[in-house]
């Protein structure tokens, strides 16, 4: 059974950074197609970026270029480094791991003006 849990969120003012965790087990990173998404108060779930482990990364348009995903095989753990943080960011943010369709249980990110 695959399990996602995140970590790393937290209160930040606008224009600083962060970087988010997304630790798995039961999986393993290197076959396997994981994803971060984040869910601000009253929106839908927003799609933010794709990895292919050992192919390709995708991102949305509202964070490329801002947003780095990451991988550390070794440590079966996924990143998302954030900077230039806008006060839009604010969410929380959500891995998922698409093989299996298991989500972590979310890390909030807050960005004060």
């Known amino acids: 059974q695959v399990q996602l849990v995140e970590s790393g969120g937290g209160l930040v003012q606008a224009g600083e950074s962060l970087t988010l965790s997304c630790a798995a087990s039961?999986?393993?990173?290197?076959?396997?197609?994981m994803g971060w998404y984040r869910q601000a108060p009253g929106k839908q779930r927003e799609w933010l970026a794709t990895i292919i482990v050992g192919r390709d990364t995708n991102y949305a348009d509202s964070v490329k270029g801002r947003f780095t995903l990451s991988i550390d095989s070794a440590r079966n753990t996924m990143y998302l480094q954030m900077s230039h943080l806008k006060p839009e960011d604010t969410a929380v943010y959500y891995c998922?791991?698409?093989?299996?369709?298991?989500w972590g249980q979310g890390t909030q990110v807050t960005v004060s003006s």
């Open positions: 998922k791991n698409f093989r299996s369709g298991a």
């Open positions: 039961g999986t393993a990173f290197s076959t396997t197609t």
